[in-house]
């Protein structure tokens, strides 16, 4: 957040409005459908720009356009303005971000300089999510051990010597892990791929192991509106009320 200079976040929201028109541009170009979301759809529908206190920008985008955008982003945005990911930094990530190199906006003070601190905008994968029919627990439960054999394999060692019983068969999950965070990030990322479009939910994947908090339906991602944000047109989900609502609760006008 913030801290009550007026100077400093205009500096910042500048910036980053500058890396948001950048990656429109190359959506446009690519034929690759996002949204904003987040405190900055709130932003957008309640204060046509940044919530005052607010200090990124917070774009979804569901798993199909993301596997596009992603293939082609690493390619794209290779100087000053970077792409950072699993693939191109030195962190798995289940958020990427397009950060411009030339600023500082220290979000992980114990990480050394080898990562990327720029000022950023964040891209949330959409995945599908449990709604008991196209997409089952089990399925989440499958999603949840490949992600932990990338960001935390010795927590989900220490779950199996506990008594934890996989859904995948332990030995897959062993080879996942020996094959590094990168390999076992992208079976996460190819499963997640391999599912999307079919359940009536979505969500971000760290929502969903926290119970499904902020579970979205997925028609309210079928179409876009435009909105204005600062001196931008942005592109809303069409169904932003209800997002809303979900996000922030019945009074978040």
């Known amino acids: 957040m913030i801290k009550n200079d007026e ?7 500048d910036i980053e409005l500058s890396i948001l028109s950048g990656f429109d541009s190359f959506c446009a170009q690519n ?4 949204f904003v979301d987040y405190g900055t759809l709130l932003g957008a529908v309640r204060h046509q720009g940044f919530i005052p206190w607010d200090d990124d920008i917070d774009i979804s985008m569901l798993r199909s356009d993301y596997e596009k955008m992603q293939h082609l982003a690493m390619q794209e945005f290779t ?17 990427t971000k397009i950060r411009d190199r030339r600023t500082t906006a220290i979000e992980y003070p114990e990480l050394d300089g080898s990562f990327c601190q720029g000022i950023f905008i964040d891209i949330f994968p959409m ?21 932990l054999s990338a960001v935390n394999p010795r927590f989900l060692l220490e779950q199996i010597e506990t008594g934890y019983q996989t859904v995948m068969p332990f030995d897959m999950l ?3 892990m020996r094959s590094g965070p990168r390999a076992a990030f992208r079976q996460f990322e190819l499963f997640a791929l391999d599912h999307a479009g079919t359940s009536e939910n979505i969500g971000w994947i ?16 079928t179409d876009v509106v435009y909105l204005p944000f600062e001196d931008m047109m942005v592109p809303a ?15 978040w006008r």
């Not at 100077?7 to 929201?13: D, F, L, N, Q």
């Open 7 to 13: 100077t400093i976040a205009r500096k910042i929201w």
């Open 31 to 34: 034929d690759i459908r996002y």
């Open 79 to 95: 100087g000053d303005i970077f792409f950072q990911s699993t693939y191109t930094d030195s962190q798995v990530m289940q958020v």
């Open 127 to 147: 995945d599908d999510a449990v709604d008991d029919i196209h997409f089952t627990d089990q399925m989440k439960e499958i999603e949840r051990e490949c992600l």
């Open 174 to 176: 062993s080879e996942m």
């Open 206 to 221: 760290s929502n969903e192991l926290r119970g499904g908090s902020a579970r979205r339906k997925r028609e309210w991602y």
């Open 237 to 251: 989900p069409i169904g932003y009320e209800e997002v809303l609502k979900v996000q922030y609760g019945p009074d």
